[in-house]
Each structure stands twice: as C-alpha cells, then as structure tokens.
C-alpha cells in the first residue's frame, strides 16, 4: 500500500500510523521490531537538520529498506523526511527512494508557503511520493527548529491543501513539540471545521504529553498520522542512565546499548496502542 493510501485507510477506519523520529541509526531495528510485533505499519521519520548525522538520505533510506528485509517483515515502514525546509532537500529524499516528505513553509507567508510547497509537490508526485504541509506553528523546540504556538487558519490550510496539493496536512493546532511547559490545548473546534472541510488525512506534531483521551479525540477528528519524537527520546535515555548507574564497570557498548534498544521496542509498542495502530498492519 502506497504511503497516502495507507493514511486515508487509517482516517477511514479510525486510527492513527504513528510517526517514530529517528535520532541514531541504531533505533531503526527497535522501531521496526515494535511494529511488527503489534502488526502495526509504522513511519520511519529523519529530521532534515539530523540527516548528516544520520549518515546522509540514501544511507539512510537503503538501511531502513535492508533492515525490513533482512527481519523479514510484512507490514508497512514508511520512510518520510520531517519539517525540511529545503525544496532541494525534499527532491533529494524523493531521489533516494523516500515515501514520503515534508516541506515546512510555516514560517513564511501563505502565498510563499503555497508556491514552494506546490514545487515539492509537482516533483515527488511525478515520482509517486507524498507531500505533507504545515500551516500555523507548532510550538517549543525540535533538532534546531523553535517555535511559538500559532493556531492555523482555515484559508491558510484550504490554500495549502488545494492549490498546493499536500496529500497530509499538518495544521498547527496547539500542539508543542518537546515537553509542554503548562497542559497543551488543542484546538478541537478549529480541528473539526479543518476536518469537516478538507476530507483529508492530518498530521498531529508534539505528540508527546497530548493525554490519551486528546488524541483519541485527534483521531476521531481526521488525524491519520502522529508524531512522536521526545516520549521515545526520553525512554532511551532513561534506560542509558539506569544501565551505566546501575554497572559502574561496565565499557562493552553492546551490553550498553541493548538495554536502550528494549527501552525504544517497548516505547513504540506504547505508541502504537495510543494511536489505535494494532493490527492494522
Ligand atoms: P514530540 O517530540 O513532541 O513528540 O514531537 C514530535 C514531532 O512532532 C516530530 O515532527
């Protein structure tokens, strides 16, 4: 299943494919493991500002394709590039094989956000990839990109969604990334006119911290995709702290490192329950 088809599925039937962040090459293997024991199909995301670290788009993009086949796994992984702001970045991704990208035009005027949004567009449809765009802006700090919550507009994402073509849009709705200074607000409201106006499938940014019952209702209201980047962060380096603290002596990086791999499994399984994803694989 092609990745937009795989999100409208989800918005028709009522859950959510939970967005992962990668942050090292070495979580690939958790993440798909979690999937695939919830028989969940799951999105693989690398920041654009974490891609060099990473190893670079086709390193990236061919390990992924290598890990699924070598776990022999069946459900979907989709690989998408998240917030770049980039076109040149964006075709690069769609070069290398990603299945889907994001260009993030928030910060620019709606018309400007439109039109380089529409390059993107033109170009990885022509190669049977998805685009996603983002009106509004999210709040708190992500890899580099900061910004303050800025609740979108309903022109702005009916621009975006028809003249730009997104196949996801991802409307700022309140939502933070990182940890939320006070309780986030969504707002549903403008959510559910968003939803009733554009029949397509949302992305929901910042996950982390929104109460299960918020995303539920998130999900109810046409978002197929979430996003989850710090609540797995934090579950690895909790496991690394407990793991050095608790063997002192201990340098093998193996027996450091599997620890963290379980905390990342077990992490992503707990999102996938969240988003409803179980056996939809
Ligand atoms: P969190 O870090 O808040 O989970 O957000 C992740 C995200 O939105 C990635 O784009």
Redesign the pocket.
Known sequence: MKYNELLNNARDNGFAVP?V?LNEIDWIEPIIKAANKMKSPIII?T?DNLINSLGGYEFVCQTIKNKTLTMQVNIPIKIHL??STSIANCKKAVDVGYDSVMFDGSKLDIIENVEKTSKVATYAHKNAVSVEGEVGGIG?K?DGIEGTIKYASIDDCIALSEKASVDILAPALGS???EYKGEPDLGFELMKQINDTLHQPLAL?????ISDNDLKHAIQLGHAKI?????VKKAWAQALRTVLNNNPKLYEPQKIIQPCKQAIEDAVVNLIKKCGSENKG
């Open positions: 967005q962040n995301a920041s998240d917030h708190g992500e933070a990334h990182g940014h910042g996950a982390t911290g996003n989850f980047n710090t609540e």
